[in-house]
Structure formats: structure tokens, C-alpha cells
């Protein structure tokens, strides 16, 4: 059975730092594109960043190029996303998702989410 | 990259058929066979409904069915049911390469 577990989240004040990570079980990790997804509360579902299969190519959304990161360990089969000058904007529930099947990127399969609150 | 434009919510009552739509641009929508549809219930994890336009994931029910026209998609709800209240998303590839989700449409059973 596939499972994406987020983990990470937490109160952070603006300016701050976090890792999240995203550690996965039931598929083979190094065969699938990942992707973040986030939502703020209340509000919709918004596109944050995806990478390939070997860490080799990642795309980020505009309102977070340069300070947010995502990579990937295919040998502990995790994915990091590492958030830099948080802003109060980025509070949301960040979730840990899947391509559909090896090899493809379009968004398939997600974790249940990790809560980030960036509030001073 | 402004999000794809849906109703905010359609109603129908139980057994009818509602379509909600997706509306983008030649950058997105218009430009590749990659819509997908999520539906999410309130404080749960999204789940693929419908992807590469009219694609079903083994193990979601044939009332639910996806298309495309232009630069807006469609996904049809057949046989409406009390389970089908939920949140409803559409997501595209784009020109970008980037994702891009819909603004959400809230579906109501009456």
C-alpha cells in the first residue's frame, strides 16, 4: 500500500527557516516524480514545486523561486523541502504528492499534509 | 501563473447530472492534454478523480467523467450522489512547465 507521510511543520516566525520532509513506503521512490502542494486555510489548492526521478531537474512556482527548495534522497526514500525567508503568505498545509505512475508527472497520489504557520 | 478560473460552487439534487468547468488559456488548458480533477473532502487529503482529460483512475466510479474543449475542460458528475458533496479541483500542465490548479468549485447535494 502507498503512503506519503509529511513531517516538519510547525510555528515559525517570518524570516525563518524549516524542513519538511515527505518519507514514503509501498512504491519504489527512485521511479516517480514528485511534487509539493500547498493550501493555505480555507483557501484552494496551489502548485509549489515538482522533481524528477534523480533529483536532476526541479520546477518551482514564481512566488517561491530562490527561497524554496526541493530535493529528494532516493536512498532513504524522502523528499526534503527546504523553506527559506518565510513569509506570513506561506501558512498553509503542505502536502507530500506522487506521480500518477512511473515515470509521469502529473500529480497522482497524496500525503495527508504537514501544517506550516509562519506568525510572529 | 493566475489559477485556472471555476464556479465557486453547483448544486444538484440526488440522481441528476452537474458538469463544472475549467476555464484557462492556450498556455495551459488549451495547450495540453493534461487536466486532471481532485476531489476533496473538508479537512482531507485531495484524491485524483480524473487525469489526462478523460482518464479514470482504477477504482473511481464510471459517474465521473472528464473532457475538453478549447481552453476549458469539463468534469461531469452522472447519478449524483449525497457522497459527491465534496471540493472539486482542475489542474493543467503549462507552457511554464509548471502546474496550475483551478480556483475550486463546491459541489452541493440538495
Known amino acids: 500500500e502507498v503512503h506519503l507521510v509529511e513531517s516538519g511543520g510547525d510555528l515559525v516566525q517570518p524570516g525563518g527557516s524549516l524542513r519538511l520532509s515527505c518519507a514514503v513506503s509501498g512504491f519504489t521512490f527512485s521511479s516517480y516524480w514528485m511534487h509539493w502542494v500547498r493550501q493555505a486555510p480555507g483557501k484552494g489548492l496551489v502548485w509549489v514545486s515538482r522533481i524528477n526521478l534523480d533529483g536532476s531537474e526541479t520546477n518551482y512556482a514564481d512566488s517561491v523561486k530562490g527561497r524554496l527548495t526541493i530535493s529528494r534522497d532516493n536512498a532513504k526514500s524522502t523528499l526534503y523541502l527546504h523553506m527559506n525567508s518565510l513569509r506570513v503568505e506561506d501558512t498553509a498545509v503542505y502536502y507530500c504528492?506522487?506521480?500518477?505512475?512511473?515515470?509521469?508527472?502529473?500529480?497522482?497520489?497524496w500525503g495527508q499534509g504537514t501544517l506550516v504557520t509562519v506568525s510572529s | 501563473q493566475s489559477a485556472l478560473t471555476q464556479p465557486a460552487s453547483v448544486s444538484g439534487s440526488p440522481g441528476q447530472s452537474i458538469t463544472i468547468s475549467c476555464t484557462g488559456t492556450?498556455?495551459?488548458?488549451?495547450?495540453?492534454?493534461?487536466v486532471s480533477w481532485y476531489q476533496q473532502y473538508p479537512g482531507k487529503a485531495p484524491k485524483l478523480m480524473i487525469y489526462d482529460v478523460t482518464n479514470r483512475p482504477s477504482g473511481v466510479s464510471y459517474r465521473f467523467s472528464g473532457s475538453k474543449s478549447g481552453n476549458t475542460a469539463s468534469l461531469t458528475i452522472s447519478g449524483l450522489q449525497p457522497e459527491d458533496e465534496a471540493d472539486y479541483y482542475c489542474s493543467s500542465y503549462t507552457r511554464s512547465i509548471t502546474y496550475v490548479f483551478g480556483t475550486g468549485t463546491k459541489v452541493t447535494v440538495l
Open positions: 492556450s498556455n495551459d488548458v488549451g495547450g495540453y492534454d493534461y
Open positions: 504528492t506522487r506521480g500518477i505512475d512511473a515515470g509521469s508527472s502529473r500529480i497522482g497520489f
